[in-house]
DNA sequence: TTAATAAATGTAAAAAATACACTCTATAAT
DNA sequence: ATTATAGAGTGTATTTTTTACATTTATTAA
């Protein structure tokens, strides 16, 4: 049982990059906490944590999320591993970053906030440990990889959404304009989405109405060959 | 110096998908091992390492990569990393997946003999051990999707090339067929390549233009909003 | 009744993708 | 010298997709 053991060990870590979206402020923001261990104590971070010796990495990255948000089965993939030597000044810690969306209402506020995890705006975030700025980088330009090839948008919605709110939810991944007739023309033309009879009358007196993404449609039209596409100009 | 000693450590390593292209026999070839220790000894197995105290993740797939053909500075990304706890039935080891492409012909055949390398047909792989063949799976699907909106297919051909030489390669790798005409059109059109006064004339009494691919003029058309693609029907 | 505000809508033009079959060139065989 | 062969190379019309762009509609509060 020793085949291995001339080789070295090592500290081995996940860290989250948790996405939320502001509807009111139409904005992407990012679930930080303040690292409550040396080193680097009190600075802003990454969810992140240990690996266990009985857990899988994704089962860390699972547990390191929950534990924060009181979330389960959410949207969450692997990024990347980032394995510079001196990336810990502590100690070697390869890490491996796993990124996730999730809607920010489901979030346990009494968990985060035991945890000290805030929503920072993406636009104004504040200076990161480690390498977490350049995780978050990576993390923000696969999001805006999938966000035009998968329907990864509605992880970030409630449940039930106006086209206005999707609209402004792509504007601001995109960080660019796009043009809405256009916009709508194509996800409605997708036929993944249902119209509710209802309306969302808070923004507007019209009232815009609500739609709700059909999982069970999109498989469908995916097996028929379809690619989700919204590239849009 | 003992903050994170509470933490367990982990066997890190790398595993290599190391792509080659056979142009006679139009194939996509992987560069496998006879593994040279236990467990497993004796059988399939990508090119692998344990990580050194030393070297970040990036370098000890470079090493690997490089024990094994001789080669330094060709195209290497990380996959993937993964972490079940039994993947590995001896002990629990953590791996970095990478994936990489060459030009078979630059590889150093002595070193590669002596670490009992052998190029196989994608398309008849034998069994590999642990969780290996899933690894090459999801390599092959990121080779798919890059080499649609990378100029990545030309790392896998030597400096000259026909075109016939490059649209058999795009076959093999999408496993369809594609249209001639169409695909020429394309990447003529892109303006990334130079075509030389030579021709290839082994394959057919005409002969073949040989053309070169010039990174400089895809870096400069890149800069001006082109985005390379060959999603060809 | 009217003013205000955001939601919703359609069409024409341009660009890109697709489908498709014959000619050209060089050599080797007669 | 002529011809057969085999792979390299080429163009166009049609369809589909993308783009650009401005007005009308519905509701409420004044």
């Known amino acids: 049982m020793k085949l291995y053991s001339m080789h070295s060990k090592f500290y081995v ?21 303040k690292r409550s ?5 009190g600075n802003w971070s990454l969810a992140g944590g240990f690996v266990n010796e009985d857990e899988s990495l994704d089962a860390a990255a699972s547990r390191v999320l929950s534990s924060l948000t009181g979330l389960k089965n959410v949207y969450m993939k692997q990024l990347h591993s980032y394995g510079e030597v001196k990336r810990d000044p502590e100690a070697r810690v390869i890490s491996t970053a796993y990124w996730s969306l999730i809607k920010i209402k ?15 705006s993406l636009k104004k ?21 999938q ?15 106006t086209l206005v709110q999707l609209f402004d939810l792509y504007e601001a991944i995109y960080q660019r304009t796009i043009d809405k007739r256009n916009f709508r023309k194509k996800i409605i033309t ?12 808070v923004t ?13 449609r999109y498989k469908k039209v995916v097996l028929g060959g379809f690619y989700f596409n919204l590239d849009v100009n």
């Open 13 to 33: 870590a996940v860290d989250c990059i948790i996405f939320g979206y502001d509807i009111a402020e139409k904005e992407i923001k990012l679930l930080l906490i």
């Open 204 to 216: 507007s007196k019209r009232g815009a109405y609500y739609f709700r993404f059909i999982k069970e």
């Open 190 to 201: 997708m036929n993944i989405l249902e119209k509710l009879d209802e309306k969302e009358k």
């Open 106 to 120: 489901d979030i346990d506020k009494e968990l985060s906030d035991k945890n000290e995890a805030h929503w920072q």
């Open 147 to 161: 966000i035009k090839i998968k329907p990864v948008g509605f992880e970030l919605l409630p449940e039930k959404f």
């Open 37 to 41: 261990f040396e080193p680097a104590k």
């Open 125 to 145: 975030l504040p200076k990161l440990i480690f390498d977490h700025k350049s995780m978050v980088d990576n993390a923000m330009s696969e999001l805006q990889v």
